[in-house]
Structures are given as C-alpha cells and as structure tokens.
C-alpha cells in the first residue's frame, strides 16, 4: 500500500545553496506536516497543511524556511541559503481527518550542507 | 509550553523481559498521545494512540497506559525480542494552537539482546 513518500532519502548540499524536499501524501489526506529531527533529538513541529492551506508556520526556523501545498497533495518545503545548523532529517507525515487520528510519517530526507 | 520528556534515554534487555518505558508532560491539557517507533535511517511508525479520554490502548505484546492529571503514559512490551530493538518516541496533541502537531520526546533507545 503507498504510504507517505519523501524524496531525496538523501541530500547533500553546500553551505549557501538553495535546497528543495518533496513530501507525498497519503492518497486522501487532509492534513499534512513537515518536522525536523536533529540527531539524537525528537522530531519538532515546522509547519502544518490543510487541504492547500498554510494553517500553522509558527516553527519555521527563519524565513529562509517555505513550504507550500498548492494543489492539496503533494508539499515541497524549500531551504534558501542553507547554514550548517540546517543538518537534520526532515519528516513529513499525514493524516486523514484535520484534528484527530494517528499521523502517518515518511522515512524523511537527510540534509547534509557542508 | 508543553514539554515532553522520556526516561530512560536508553535501555538494554535480554530477550524475553517485560519492560516499562515511561513518558511525562507537563500540560496535561493533551487532545491524545501517541507512541511511535523509529528504526535507524527510518521514519516513525505509530505503535499506539490513546484518546484523552482513554485509559489505555493494546495492540498485540503492546499496552499504553495514560493517565492524564498526572502527565504521564507508560509503554509495556511483553516479551521482548531482538526485533523489539529500535528507539521508541511519545508524542503529545495539545487542544489549541496549532490544529495537530505533535510534541515530541527525545526517545527511549531500546536494545532487546538475543
């Protein structure tokens, strides 16, 4: 069955360049989320969908940070200007109803910026 | 703000034990809880949820416990085996703000011995 799918599995970039991560959703999903996970650390909250709505943003780090859901499926969370501190695993998950039910997470994509 | 904390950071067990992983929080104002499980280079893979107004969720060897005046859930597996081995997650939903992100903790690193 198609679960949540994140691509790259890996990125590596150098420090300044711009980066883009894709998240795809369950088929069906309503709501969609993007965290970050540092290593050794638990996910933390980036930004949350609803449908194509920007609903919540408050965890972006800076405004270097953007993602959008324009058509209410696939997300893209994109990194201008990347910094050394922007090495993590950033997970997307997704879940059907927009305030209950398990979140469905994907195996994320590990940035590297050198 | 709501803070998630778990104990221990890491644990080691022959196989066959029971154990006990325990999570806190403490704002116990929490929509639901969930337990997840997260293998190295992968994303989390939900194990249990448990609604505010539950007390506990089983699922197979698998028992949540939560009670939530008090801020804390536990995790039982009975039985473990090896292929218990894995680093096990507890997340909090909080009523208000953001309509769902999860709070993290830092995790359990579980190692089941053969």
């Known amino acids: 069955g198609a679960g949540v799918s994140q691509s790259p599995r890996y990125k590596v970039a150098k420090r300044g360049q711009d980066v883009a991560l894709r998240c795809d959703p369950i088929?069906?999903?309503?709501?969609l989320f993007w965290y970050q996970q540092a290593l050794g650390q638990g996910p933390e909250f980036l930004t949350y969908?609803?449908?194509?709505?920007?609903?919540?943003k408050s965890g972006l780090p800076s405004d270097r940070f953007f993602a959008e859901r324009p058509e209410g499926s696939v997300s893209t969370l994109k990194i201008q200007r990347t910094q050394q501190e922007d090495s993590a695993v950033y997970l997307c998950?997704?879940?059907?109803?927009?305030?209950?039910?398990?979140?469905?997470f994907g195996d994320g994509t590990r940035l590297s910026i050198l | 703000k709501q803070e998630v904390t778990q104990i221990p950071a890491a644990l080691s067990v022959p196989e066959g034990e029971n154990l006990v992983l325990n999570c806190s929080f403490t704002?116990?104002?929490?929509?639901?809880l969930q337990w997840f499980r997260q293998d190295p280079g992968k994303g989390l893979t939900s194990l249990l949820l448990?609604?505010?107004?539950?007390r506990e969720q089983t699922s197979g060897r698998l028992n949540a416990s939560l009670d939530k005046s008090s801020g804390r859930s536990t995790l039982y597996i009975a039985a473990s085996q090896p292929g218990d081995s894995a680093t096990y997650l507890c997340?909090?939903?909080?009523?208000?703000?953001?309509?769902?992100?999860?709070?993290f903790g830092k995790g359990t690193k579980l190692s089941v011995k053969p």
């Open positions: 998950a997704s879940s059907l109803l927009p305030t209950a039910g398990p979140q469905h």
């Open positions: 088929s069906g999903h309503v709501s």
């Open positions: 969908f609803q449908n194509e709505a920007q609903l919540d």
């Open positions: 704002d116990s104002a929490i929509y639901n």
């Open positions: 448990i609604q505010s107004s539950q």
């Open positions: 997340a909090v939903r909080n009523y208000g703000g953001s309509q769902g992100n999860l709070i």
